[in-house]
């Protein structure tokens, strides 16, 4: 719990600040999981603050929830294009994915259970999406195709899940699913500067 408490912090996900009146401060939870090496032995325990984002209110707390997902059409027709061109196929997931979407609505988080930075009638206001939150994939989703496009990358018309780059007779092709990313293209060194 203190390492995640850290990395949050680190991270800016939040403010500590008085509550506004008529704003209400949402609950959050840890949840806990136990991550086993192939032999069976604990490797390690994980702790993870989510934000009980049913507590939230429609355009309130949050506007929009949709983010785009690749449709299954265009994963076949990815994986089968690298498949003929024999280019190589990675497969990327995104650690905390989620944490750095920043978050347009003001929203409130009272202090989690073991966090005691915040001083009496204190609450958090959140900067960036926390696991939970209704909005966390879309503000994710809205970071990365920000992201991607800086990097010369065109976002797809027909599916907005997929980005393509074209640079000095090199194409590179990333398909989006959430939180998981495909690579491929015939840029070995995109790829590498990429991943």
């Not at 997902?69 to 280019?87: N, P």
């Not at 939150?133 to 010369?152: D, P």
Request: positive net charge; hydrophobic residues 40%.
């Amino acid at each position: 719990m203190d390492l995640e408490l850290a990395a949050l912090e680190q991270n800016h996900t939040w403010v500590l600040t008085p509550l506004p009146p008529g704003k209400k401060a949402l609950t959050s939870r840890w949840v806990y999981k136990t991550k086993y090496k192939p032999d069976g032995s604990v490797e390690r325990h994980k702790a993870r603050l989510v934000i009980r984002g049913f507590e939230q209110v429609k355009d309130k707390d949050y506007k929009h929830t949709f983010s785009p997902v690749a449709k299954l059409t265009t994963v076949r027709l990815f994986i089968a294009i690298a498949t003929a061109f024999q280019w190589p196929l990675h497969q990327l997931d995104i650690n905390n994915a989620f944490l750095h979407g920043f978050i347009d609505e003001e929203v409130y988080m009272l202090p989690p259970q073991g966090y005691f930075k915040a001083q009496p009638g204190q609450v958090c206001k959140l900067q960036k999406s926390l696991y939970g939150l209704k909005q966390a994939s879309r503000q994710w989703n809205i970071e990365l195709s920000k992201l991607l496009i800086t990097q010369g990358f065109q976002q797809s018309k027909n599916d907005y899940s997929l980005f393509t780059r074209h640079t000095q007779g090199k194409s590179l092709f990333v398909l989006v699913y959430v939180d998981e990313l495909l690579v491929s293209g015939d840029d070995e060194h995109g790829i590498i500067l990429l991943k």
